[in-house]
T-cell receptor
Framework: SQKIEQNSEALNIQEGKTATLTCNYT??????LQWYRQDPGRGPVFLLL?????KEKRKERLKVTFDTTLKQSLFHITASQPADSATYLC????????????FGAGTRLFVKA | DAGVIQSPRHEVTEMGQEVTLRCKPI?????LFWYRQTMMRGLELLIY????????DSGMPEDRFSAKMPNASFSTLKIQPSEPRDSAVYFC????????????FGQGTRLTVV
């Protein structure tokens, strides 16, 4: 069955360091992969999208890589700040499924000052 | 645009009662998704619509759950009868077409079934 895996353990890092979150998937051929941020009591908010034919995408302090051979995406936040503390969700969209979007369970990030 | 609007924000109901959750997507968006989020299971896709037509409802847990989209600006998710295990946060999201394929989420409805 299709599965998206994110590290269920929270990630604790010091302010200024780079946070790296992992998303692995199985039995899936995504047309594109997205990363979202979710704060407590709020809905997820879109951050970045990377397509199947792209290796890397950047936006300000954020960087996403996409390896369709390894079936893995890495999400990096450089120069992390306490305001980056949130849950980060990986999402995949499959063209054969009409681009229905499936989410991983998310990884909680804590950035300490 | 005010974004995706869901109502109510909170709902507390007794087991066995009917619950109806409502969603108004962003104007011009042609895809609408209903998700359920719990600590144990994360964000689960229940059903999604393209151009008001249900495309995939394989995530709907049981026959007690039903969803409709009578027009492009309104959708409902109904649970009848409700059970305590249905307690969760239910999110509606909408998405446009073309290269802008991000999903926009509503604030969610926190459902508690006692």
């Amino acid at each position: 069955s299709q599965k998206i895996e994110q590290n269920s353990e929270a990630l604790n890092i010091q302010e200024g360091k780079t946070a790296t979150l992992t998303c692995n998937y199985t039995n899936y051929s995504p047309a594109y992969l997205q990363w979202y941020r979710q704060d407590p009591g709020r809905g997820p908010v879109f951050l970045l999208l990377i397509r199947e034919n792209e290796k890397e995408k950047r936006k300000e302090r954020l960087k996403v890589t996409f390896d369709t051979t390894l079936k893995q995406s890495l999400f990096h936040i450089t120069a992390s700040q306490p305001a980056d503390s949130a849950t980060y969700l990986c999402a995949l969209a499959d063209a054969t499924g009409g681009f229905k979007t499936i989410f991983g369970a998310g990884t909680r990030l804590f950035v300490k000052a | 645009d005010a974004g995706v609007i869901q109502s109510p924000r909170h709902e507390v109901t007794e087991m066995g009662q009917e619950v109806t959750l409502r969603c108004k997507p962003i104007s011009g968006h042609n895809s609408l998704f209903w998700y359920r989020q719990t600590m144990m299971r994360g964000l689960e896709l229940l059903i999604y619509f393209n151009n008001n037509v249900p495309i995939d409802d394989s995530g709907m847990p049981e026959d007690r759950f039903s969803a409709k989209m009578p027009n492009a600006s309104f959708s409902t998710l109904k649970i009848q009868p409700s059970e305590p295990r249905d307690s969760a946060v239910y999110f509606c999201a909408s998405r446009g077409t073309g290269l802008n394929t991000e999903a926009f989420f509503g604030q969610g409805t926190r459902l508690t079934v006692v």
